[in-house]
């Protein structure tokens, strides 16, 4: 599965920001798909997750003020970033388990500075 982001960017403290991942395999289909972030320095972490066999899960830093979400239809999954802080600052990658291999796509960098 080759797994394409759009989307990052800079934006100031406060501010909104939305992710989209495209995937050349049916989405729906996917056991889990999801996104996680690097910040320089940092381990790779979790910020949400859509899973067929637990639902949807976010990371503590993130509840509340980002969203996952899928549009079957255009074969796209979402992250609505919320109220964006700087310590979201970092490369967003969507990953994929799909009958027991696991995808990356190549990250999109988000920036949250003034």
């Known amino acids: 599965v080759q797994l394409v982001e759009s989307g990052g960017g800079l934006v100031q403290p406060g501010e909104s920001l939305r992710l989209s991942c495209g995937a050349s395999g049916s989405i729906k289909s996917f056991n889990l798909i999801g996104w996680y972030r690097q910040a320089p320095g940092k381990q790779r972490e979790l910020v949400a997750s859509l899973s067929r066999s637990v639902g949807i899960s976010y990371g503590d830093s993130v509840k509340g003020r980002f969203t996952i979400s899928r549009d079957d239809a255009k074969n796209l999954l979402y992250l609505q970033m919320n109220s964006l802080k700087p310590e979201d600052t970092g490369v967003y990658c969507c990953?994929?388990?799909?009958?027991?291999?696991?995808?990356w796509g190549q990250g999109t960098q988000v920036t949250v500075s003034s």
């Open positions: 990953h994929a388990l799909f009958l027991g291999v696991e995808d």
